[in-house]
T-cell receptor, first 117, second 115 residues
Framework: GAVVSQHPSWVICKSGTSVKIECRSLDFQATTMFWYRQFPKQSLMLMAT?????????EQGVEKDKFLINHASLTLSTLTVTSAHPEDSSFYICSAIRGQSRNEKLFFGSGTQLSVL | AQSVAQPEDQVNVAEGNPLTVKCTYS??????LFWYVQYPNRGLQFLLKYITGDNLVKGSYGFEAEFNKSQTSFHLKKPSALVSDSALYFCAVRERTSNTGKLIFGQGTTLQVKP
């Protein structure tokens, strides 16, 4: 089956540093990927839609300068949390779309637990 | 506003008993409907989806879901629960006319199956 790889699975960083999270579709090309944020025992909050070769579309209330998204190829999207602060600590999950219309299917990465000290 | 509601934060069932995890939605048109499962510190795994046709959809791990248009519901069911089914379950919808593939998730329901 289709696999989406997300790396790293966990990261601890100091306040003020930047952290990059990678999301790769391993056996299919994904023109569209999504980035979510999840707090403990809560739902996924869509942060942005990552489009290959163009700017990401951010959801309302998400700072685009804080959460930089780059989708430079059909198999890789990256999320960079810039100048991270403790309130950015969260579980971040990416997903990628395979196929189109009725055959469209969404595959999720395994998530990245970010802890900012 | 478009929304998905999972009215129960947690559902507790005994192993071997049937389980139901509820989901209702408020989305324009006839959306695609999904169920996902999440194990601790993991991403989401696809269980099943409804596009059209038979209102009873069968999915992975013995789960099924029943689409009810008049009640705008898509409840997840399993005839006989296993302890290993204990996890966090998310209902999600996508507008049929959407070209972005964006899903709207419910808040999640924790399923606890006790031996």
């Amino acid at each position: 089956g289709a696999v989406v790889s997300q790396h790293p699975s966990w990261v601890i960083c100091k306040s003020g540093t930047s952290v990059k999270i990678e999301c790769r579709s391993l056996d299919f090309q994904a023109t569209t990927m999504f980035w979510y944020r999840q707090f403990p025992k809560q739902s996924l909050m869509l942060m942005a839609t990552s489009n290959e070769g163009s700017k990401a579309t951010y959801e309302q209330g998400v700072e685009k300068d804080k959460f930089l998204i780059n989708h430079a190829s059909l198999t890789l999207s990256t999320l960079t949390v810039t100048s991270a602060h403790p309130e950015d600590s969260s579980f971040y999950i990416c997903s990628a779309i395979r196929g189109q219309s009725r055959n469209e299917k969404l595959f999720f990465g395994s998530g990245t637990q970010l802890s900012v000290l | 506003a478009q929304s998905v509601a999972q009215p129960e934060d947690q559902v507790n069932v005994a192993e071997g008993n049937p389980l139901t995890v509820k989901c209702t939605y408020s989305v324009s048109g006839n959306p695609y409907l999904f169920w996902y499962v999440q194990y601790p510190n993991r991403g989401l795994q696809f269980l099943l989806k409804y596009i059209t046709g038979d209102n009873l959809v069968k999915g992975s791990y013995g789960f099924e879901a029943e689409f009810n248009k008049s009640q705008t519901s898509f409840h997840l069911k399993k005839p006989s629960a296993l302890v290993s089914d204990s996890a966090l379950y998310f209902c999600a919808v996508r507008e049929r006319t959407s070209n972005t593939g964006k899903l709207i998730f419910g808040q999640g329901t924790t399923l606890q199956v006790k031996p």
